[in-house]
Each structure stands twice: as structure tokens, then as C-alpha cells.
T-cell receptor, first 113, second 117 residues
Framework: AQSVSQHNHHVILSEAASLELGCNYS??????LFWYVQYPGQHLQLLLK??????LVKGIKGFEAEFIKSKFSFNLRKPSVQWSDTAEYFC???????????FGRGTSLIVHP | KAGVTQTPRYLIKTRGQQVTLSCSPI?????VSWYQQTPGQGLQFLFE???????NKGNFPGRFSGRQFSNSRSEMNVSTLELGDSALYLC????????????????FGPGTRLTVT
């Protein structure tokens, strides 16, 4: 069975601070990894995805994530956060074994202006 | 292209009642998945429909059911509501290949907020 762990449940930062949200997964085969974001009152939307190739993936709004296979990790990063980045962030895994993505429990990010 | 739409957006029901939620996928998307989102459990997969057939099912009791119509619109039904069913119910649509092979990227609707009192 596949699983996703997000270690940080709540993160509070000041504007311009750097961000790294952890995501670890459990699955032995080929993986497809995603980060979704849910802004207050809005629907879940895709930030970025990794299917294959370059392990450093760039997404929208200046976010990027690095797939490290040896660590089973797919951490999300942003060098300088803005107040508008306040949202819930979800890491998700889909694999050949299960087409249906498994989501982590989410990380709530609050950015103070 | 219009996004995924869900109706209604908010619902308040009483324990023991039943409820039906509706989802219209993005035009051309034939796969519809349903999720339950709660603060404690995050997003949990309910089921997926493709070509009017349930293709995958999560670990939820039989009170939760769904169906899909020929135009890919989907409905989800919860019977005999319990307080613990209070949640945000999300619908997501995605493409599937001509032979039914999955595409992993999903597009989510705004959700239906169900409150059971």
C-alpha cells in the first residue's frame, strides 16, 4: 500500500522568509508526485507535478519541488514567501499500483505580512 | 474551459436523513472521483467513476454510493447521515485514454460543505 506523510502540520512564516515543506512517501515502484494548494475559500489546484525526468520540478507562483528517490521525498520549496501564499498545501502520490492519488494530511501555511 | 462544478455548495442536514451531491466534470473529462475532506483525516478517496461504471472504491461504508451518467456528470449519495459525515466533499475530474488508461492529474471542484446536526 502507498502512503504519504507531511511532517509539518502548521507553519507560520513572515513575508520574504524561505519555505520548505516536507513530504515523504512509501511505495517501492514508479511514482507520480504532486503538490496541490488550497487557498482560503478556493478549490484545490495543482501547484506542480513530477512524472519522470529532471527531479527538480518548477511549478506556478515560484514554487519548486525536488524528487529525491533515495530518500522517498518530494519537498516543496519557495525562496521568498508572500502573504498571498497563505493556504493549505497537500502532497499526493499516484503510482502504477494505484491510479488513485493518495494525499498527505496537509500543511497549513500562514504568512504574516 | 469551464472548471469542475459542484452543487449545492452548502448543505445542512439532520442525522438519519440522506443527501445527494452533484458534480459536473470539465468538458471532455470522463473520469470523476469523489473525496471526503476533514481537518483530522485530510482527503480520503471515496470512489471513482468512468464510463458510468465504478472503477475504484475507497474504504467507506455502503451508506456512501455514487453513479455517473452518460454525459459524465456524477452524483454521490449518503444515506442515514451520521454526525461524522460532516465534511467537505470534493469532486475531481480527469482524462482517461481511449482504452481507459488513467491520466493521473486531477482537477478539483470547489466542494460541497455538508453539515450534519
Amino acid at each position: 500500500a502507498q502512503s504519504v506523510s507531511q511532517h509539518n502540520h502548521h507553519v507560520i512564516l513572515s513575508e520574504a522568509a524561505s519555505l520548505e515543506l516536507g513530504c515523504n512517501y512509501s511505495y517501492g515502484g514508479t511514482v507520480n508526485l504532486f503538490w496541490y494548494v488550497q487557498y482560503p475559500g478556493q478549490h484545490l489546484q495543482l501547484l506542480l507535478k513530477y512524472f519522470s525526468g529532471d527531479p527538480l520540478v518548477k511549478g506556478i507562483k515560484g514554487f519548486e519541488a525536488e524528487f529525491i528517490k533515495s530518500k522517498f521525498s518530494f519537498n516543496l520549496r519557495k525562496p521568498s514567501v508572500q502573504w498571498s501564499d497563505t493556504a493549505e498545501y497537500f502532497c499526493a502520490l499516484a503510482s502504477g499500483g494505484s491510479y488513485i492519488p493518495t494525499f498527505g494530511r496537509g500543511t497549513s501555511l500562514i504568512v504574516h505580512p | 474551459k469551464a472548471g469542475v462544478t459542484q452543487t449545492p455548495r452548502y448543505l445542512i442536514k439532520t442525522r438519519g436523513q440522506q443527501v445527494t451531491l452533484s458534480c459536473s466534470p470539465i468538458s471532455g473529462h470522463r473520469s470523476v472521483s469523489w473525496y471526503q475532506q476533514t481537518p483530522g483525516q485530510g482527503l480520503q478517496f471515496l470512489f471513482e467513476y468512468f464510463s458510468e461504471t465504478q472503477r475504484n472504491k475507497g474504504n467507506f461504508p455502503g451508506r456512501f454510493s455514487g453513479r455517473q451518467f452518460s454525459n459524465s456528470r456524477s452524483e454521490m449519495n449518503v444515506s442515514t447521515l451520521e454526525l461524522g459525515d460532516s465534511a467537505l466533499y470534493l469532486c475531481a475530474s480527469s482524462l482517461r485514454g481511449t482504452s481507459g488508461e488513467p491520466y493521473y492529474e486531477q482537477y478539483f471542484g470547489p466542494g460541497t460543505r455538508l453539515t450534519v446536526t
